[in-house]
């Protein structure tokens, strides 16, 4: 349900569709909060491959505001597989793009993974 539910919204940014400032906000309300902490960490790494996915540069706001909710939903400091493959994950997010939001989310998230 999640992954539909992501895939629309991804399907959403992708449109000319004009989103009110708490597109975000509410997505993660209405997606994540329902989810269990064992549930949100297994999605998680679902969402970093979408990370991961070149043709998804124009959304990593987005994704890592849902990662960073799942990882919070989690309750866990247990660390995904996929990162732990991809040691320097988010310091490639960081060396990849300028924009302060980004930056910010990547560095809690990679504070928080402590990778």
Do not use: G
């Not at 708490?22 to 960490?41: G, K, M, Q, R």
């Not at 997010?93 to 990778?115: G, T």
């Amino acid at each position: 349900m999640f992954i539909n539910a992501l895939s629309s919204f991804l399907e959403k940014l992708a449109s000319i569709e004009e989103l009110d400032e708490w597109y975000v906000s509410t997505f993660i309300d209405e997606n994540i909060y329902s989810l269990s902490p064992t549930e949100a960490f297994e999605l998680s790494s679902h969402v970093i491959e979408l990370l991961k996915d070149e043709a998804q540069p124009d959304y990593t706001y987005e994704l890592l505001s849902i990662l960073l909710a799942l990882q919070r939903q989690s309750d866990t400091t247990q660390i995904p597989d996929i990162l732990k493959n991809s040691p320097n994950f988010f310091d490639d997010l960081i060396k990849n793009n300028s924009e302060e939001y980004v930056l910010n989310l990547a560095h809690e998230l990679a504070q928080n993974c402590q990778i």
